[in-house]
């Protein structure tokens, strides 16, 4: 039989804040606050961004489509379709971008991810503009 004393544990003293290896490696520091700040400025604007380009080419459809059908550029409703939807994507997308970012901190990732997101939006931008140049210059 056993006695009392020798079933009993010790008690055991709460882990400090300070001491917890989960909540000093993730907690966010007043750097990555200001990084995750900068990073929010910056989604704003690409936001921002996105509207306009989603507007401006919802304008362009609406214009193409008030053309007599006798003079319109069939293959150039598909261009102007994806256009719209593109921008439609491209605003979800970053709606649920921003939420990631506003509930987690990966920073590092995000940035990475936001850099190829405007680099890419530049290049369509691009694109578009000199298929712009090309249209002008032809006719």
Not at 2 to 23: D, R
Request: aromatic share 16%.
């Amino acid at each position: 039989m056993q006695s009392e004393g020798t079933s009993e544990k010790a008690p055991i003293a709460p882990m400090q804040m300070s001491q917890s290896a989960i909540e000093r490696d993730y907690a966010p520091s007043s750097g990555a606050r200001k990084i995750r700040t900068i990073l929010f400025v910056l989604l704003a604007i690409h936001m921002a961004l996105a509207w306009v380009y989603f507007i401006e080419q919802i304008i362009g459809l609406i214009q193409y489509y008030n053309v007599p059908k006798d003079i319109r550029d069939y293959n150039a409703a598909f261009s102007y379709i994806s256009n719209v939807v593109f921008g439609a994507i491209l605003i979800l997308y970053l709606a649920v971008y921003i939420f990631a970012v506003f509930k987690y901190a990966r920073i590092p990732i995000l940035i990475v991810c936001s850099i190829y997101i405007f680099l890419y939006y530049i290049y369509k931008e691009q694109k578009i503009w000199s298929v712009k140049q090309m249209k002008w210059s032809v006719s």
